[in-house]
């Protein structure tokens, strides 16, 4: 299917974004693998992309996944550049990021594993995990094939030695732990959902191997709240150097975790 989009959007942001770690350069386009969805999707110009999918998974999957109900237009313009001129910047060069509506279950195991790992480390052992412990979805547009996220209950049939054995390190016992207790229902991530950030950041602090950035991108990105805002090696060189009276939060709200999207891939393809 064809679509029309008149918002920010670009695939090459979005997949260098740091958000996501299973939405990839494929071919002529771009692969995007969510929980046990594929999707391919190219651009053809003038703001029409290409879809694999049928119209139906798209309005019931792909539309919330991509967020296209939020005018990230209308969140940019609350930038003023005479008041911050270095975060009008970084918004310029990023336009067309958007924050994606993903899978708290599916973001919790990412960032946990992305503790002290670089992206293509990051992509390389969530790929293994899936390869081992989900299940063949489809073919992509360079004939891999491509595999769906693990359930909890699927990827509680790995052991810690195959965990480790999917390039983890240390985090093998963190991924193995928190998905012991979703499984058991200790952890409720869905329950989650009705909780107010202050109350969701206790509880994911509370899980073992789980600091406040896991739990920040967590918040952020797993669960859709825009004005979390995870500080990492790249954002704390920004704030230092950029920010040093202090990021205009209060004016930002609820969207500061856009800003931070903005300033992280401004500050980590052009440095400060």
């Known amino acids: ?102 899978d708290p279950w599916e973001m919790l195991i990412s960032f946990i594993i992305s503790q002290r790992k670089n992206i293509p480390a990051i992509k390389a052992s969530i790929e293994k995990i899936c390869a081992l412990a989900g299940h063949k979805i489809a073919v992509d547009a360079e004939g891999n094939d491509v595999y769906s996220f693990p359930t909890p209950e699927e990827l509680s049939k790995l052991t810690v030695a195959q965990l480790s054995g999917c390039s983890l390190g240390y985090r093998d016992k963190y991924v193995h732990q928190a998905t012991l207790d979703v499984v058991s229902g200790a952890v409720d991530l869905e329950s989650w959902k009705e909780i107010d950030d202050d109350a969701l950041m206790q509880k994911l602090l509370a899980l073992y191997g789980v600091g406040v950035k896991v739990a920040n991108c967590e918040i952020l990105f797993g669960y859709h709240r825009l004005d979390a805002f995870p500080k990492d090696v790249w954002i704390n060189k920004v704030l230092d150097a950029q920010y040093p009276q202090g990021f205009l939060f209060g004016k930002y709200k609820p969207y500061n975790g856009v800003m931070q999207q903005y300033l992280f891939f401004y500050s980590r393809s052009n440095g400060l």
């Open 1 to 102: 299917m064809i679509i029309e989009i008149k918002d920010d959007f670009d695939l090459q942001k979005i997949a260098d974004s740091g958000q996501c770690f299973r939405f990839n350069k494929c071919a002529d386009g771009y692969s995007a693998v969510a929980e046990d969805k594929y999707l391919f999707i190219k651009e053809l110009g003038e703001g029409k992309y290409e879809l694999s999918c049928s119209e139906d998974e798209y309005e019931n999957f792909w539309k919330q996944y991509f967020d296209m109900d939020t005018s990230y237009r209308d969140i940019r313009a609350l930038i003023d550049e005479s008041e911050d001129e270095y975060l009008y910047r970084a918004s310029e060069f990023g336009q067309g990021i958007r924050i994606l509506r993903q």
